[in-house]
């Protein structure tokens, strides 16, 4: 084993395993990509004597967040028809700018985008659905960001692929060619049941099983998907989805805002994992998931973001204080989602749906080195009291100072390493006056549409 390349020493250690954990006087050793040891400073003299040593003496210091649910190009899409209704949002605005748009350029940019705003805020894993997954892919390996990348199917034409048998065969050959790189997941990421064929659906559950993959899909997002596959399936479709094989572990279920007390049960009943999007949810108006009583029935609940074009943005911070105080709002029970389940729900629970938590979700001897270091001694943050507390209910991103992946340091004190943010912004501008066209004709023409009519 080559030598330790760094001990961390920060003022506070939160390991969230176990839960609510709060550590002080500790070191953490990296060693390469991984974390060696986890010890009191008082031990690293005798056991480490020659280890360059980082303090952090203002910090706390988590494993990195995972972002569970993000489609990171549609970061170029940030505020483009916001205040609209779902499908209004989708169909008028959001599908006509990727119809033109939509390739690898285009993803490339969005990616680096967002991968620039996830790392300042703590974010060292996201778990991506969009099209060109190969560019995201590529793009995360160059920043050196961690990414599960997913192999999208979906029943109508696109840039990414034209038939369904397009969709798979595209998808396997992402598959094959990042199955073994130490920073890449893949997974299924059928967009959801209303457009997606139960061929597909049973094809790629076949497959899922075969090669041991997550299927990452939105569900039961808003109000009419009941209704709508009730008229076009004659079935529930949780109940579709059960009769297809795939209402089991290997589900990641997105959004989950319309279920009941019942949906709940069999949830837990049958292991499926919540991908909970509060934010995004709450912009558009989908529905609030019961994610108190999905907690309390055992139900693995995770936080993502979803896109910067929904949200508005990429701040797991954020989304973590707002997925405990709708818990807490929603349920009428102010001890529902406590500040320690929240910081769980952003970690150990998102890498426990993805099968990673024996790698990632946590500081322990053993994982991959995945951490950011948060300042605790802003105003923002100050008194303090119970660090997890602050960290959930009080801190802004802003506050993350450092982050390494797979022990890389991606951002020191604020800069990022790997990413040019010069050209960063350049680039996006450039993209912005393009899709700013593209929308603005797009509305002009719907808007002679219903004149007409």
Same mark, same amino acid.
Request: charged share 20%; hydrophobic share 45%; aromatic share 4%.
């Given at each position: 084993?080559?030598?330790?390349?760094?001990?961390?020493?920060?003022?506070?250690?939160?390991?969230?395993?176990?839960?609510?954990?709060?550590?002080?006087?500790?070191?953490?050793?990296?060693?390469?990509?991984?974390?060696?040891?986890?010890?009191?400073?008082?031990?690293?003299?005798?056991?480490?004597?020659?280890?360059?040593?980082?303090?952090?003496?203002?910090?706390?210091?988590? !494993?990195?967040?995972?972002?569970?649910?993000?489609? #990171? /190009?549609?970061?170029?899409? +940030?505020?483009? $028809? *916001?205040? %609209?209704? =779902?499908?209004?949002?989708?169909?008028?605005?959001?599908?006509?700018?990727?119809?033109?748009?939509?390739?690898?350029?285009?993803?490339?940019?969005?990616?680096?985008?967002?991968?620039?705003?996830?790392?300042?805020?703590?974010?060292?894993?996201?778990?991506?659905?969009?099209?060109?997954?190969?560019?995201?892919?590529?793009?995360?390996?160059?920043?050196?960001?961690?990414?599960?990348?997913?192999?999208?199917?979906?029943?109508?034409?696109?840039?990414?692929?034209?038939?369904?048998?397009?969709?798979?065969?595209?998808?396997?050959?992402?598959?094959?060619?990042?199955?073994?790189?130490?920073?890449?997941?893949?997974?299924?990421? !059928?967009?959801?049941?209303?457009?997606?064929?139960? #061929? /597909?659906?049973?094809?790629? +559950?076949?497959? $899922? *099983?075969? %090669?041991? =993959?997550?299927?990452?899909?939105?569900?039961?997002?808003?109000?009419?998907?009941?209704?709508?596959?009730?008229?076009?399936?004659?079935?529930?479709?949780?109940?579709?989805?059960?009769?297809?094989?795939?209402?089991?572990?290997?589900?990641?279920?997105?959004?989950?805002?319309?279920?009941?007390?019942?949906?709940?049960?069999?949830?837990?009943?049958?292991?499926?994992?919540?991908?909970?999007?509060?934010?995004?949810?709450?912009?558009?108006?989908?529905?609030?998931?019961?994610?108190?009583?999905?907690?309390?029935?055992?139900?693995?609940?995770?936080?993502?973001?979803?896109?910067?074009?929904?949200?508005?943005?990429?701040?797991?911070?954020?989304?973590?204080?707002?997925?405990?105080?709708? /818990?807490?709002?929603?349920?009428?029970?102010?001890?529902?989602?406590?500040?320690?389940?929240?910081?769980?729900?952003?970690?150990?629970?998102?890498?426990?749906?993805?099968?990673?938590?024996?790698?990632?979700?946590?500081?322990?001897?053993?994982?991959?080195?995945?951490?950011?270091?948060?300042?605790?001694?802003?105003?923002?943050?100050?008194?303090?009291?119970?660090?997890?507390?602050?960290?959930?209910?009080?801190?802004?991103?802003?506050?993350?100072?450092?982050?390494?992946?797979?022990?890389?340091?991606?951002?020191?004190?604020?800069?990022?390493?790997?990413?040019?943010?010069?050209?960063?912004?350049?680039?996006?501008?450039?993209?912005?006056?393009?899709?700013?066209?593209?929308?603005?004709?797009?509305?002009?023409?719907?808007?002679?549409?219903?004149?007409?009519?």
């Amino acid at each position: 084993m080559s030598a330790p390349g760094i001990a961390l020493l920060p003022r506070w250690l939160v390991p969230v395993v176990p839960e609510g954990r709060v550590l002080q006087d500790y070191a953490v050793v990296l060693n390469e990509d991984r974390i060696e040891a986890v010890l009191p400073c008082a031990q690293l003299q005798a056991d480490y004597p020659d280890v360059e040593r980082r303090v952090l003496d203002q910090h706390v210091l988590i !494993p990195g967040l995972i972002n569970m649910h993000t489609h #990171s /190009a549609m970061s170029l899409l +940030r505020g483009v $028809a *916001d205040d %609209l209704p =779902l499908m209004r949002w989708l169909e008028d605005h959001i599908w006509p700018v990727e119809q033109q748009l939509m390739g690898p350029d285009y993803v490339r940019a969005g990616t680096e985008l967002a991968m620039a705003e996830m790392l300042r805020g703590g974010t060292t894993c996201f778990n991506d659905n969009y099209f060109f997954p190969d560019t995201t892919a590529e793009a995360a390996i160059k920043v050196g960001m961690r990414a599960v990348v997913g192999m999208p199917v979906i029943h109508f034409p696109t840039a990414w692929a034209q038939t369904e048998d397009e969709y798979f065969s595209r998808g396997l050959e992402v598959h094959d060619r990042f199955k073994d790189h130490p920073l890449i997941g893949i997974s299924f990421v !059928p967009h959801a049941p209303y457009s997606v064929s139960d #061929s /597909a659906f049973k094809r790629m +559950r076949v497959l $899922a *099983d075969q %090669l041991d =993959l997550t299927i990452h899909l939105h569900l039961l997002e808003a109000a009419g998907e009941i209704e709508s596959s009730m008229q076009q399936h004659g079935k529930h479709p949780l109940d579709r989805l059960e009769s297809l094989g795939l209402l089991n572990q290997r589900l990641l279920a997105v959004h989950m805002t319309q279920i009941n007390t019942r949906d709940v049960a069999r949830l837990a009943r049958n292991g499926v994992h919540i991908l909970h999007c509060p934010d995004s949810n709450l912009k558009l108006a989908s529905g609030i998931s019961p994610v108190a009583a999905l907690d309390a029935a055992g139900v693995n609940v995770c936080i993502g973001t979803d896109s910067a074009a929904s949200n508005n943005d990429l701040d797991m911070m954020g989304e973590m204080r707002l997925a405990a105080m709708l /818990a807490k709002g929603a349920s009428g029970d102010p001890e529902a989602v406590p500040a320690a389940r929240a910081l769980s729900m952003a970690t150990i629970h998102g890498a426990r749906a993805l099968d990673m938590d024996n790698t990632l979700g946590s500081i322990e001897a053993g994982k991959q080195a995945d951490l950011a270091a948060i300042r605790m001694d802003q105003i923002e943050t100050q008194p303090l009291h119970d660090v997890i507390s602050q960290l959930v209910y009080a801190t802004p991103r802003s506050q993350v100072s450092d982050v390494w992946v797979a022990g890389q340091q991606l951002l020191d004190q604020r800069e990022l390493t790997t990413l040019d943010e010069s050209l960063l912004m350049k680039q996006t501008q450039r993209w912005a006056g393009r899709i700013h066209a593209i929308d603005a004709a797009a509305n002009t023409q719907s808007n002679a549409v219903e004149a007409s009519e």
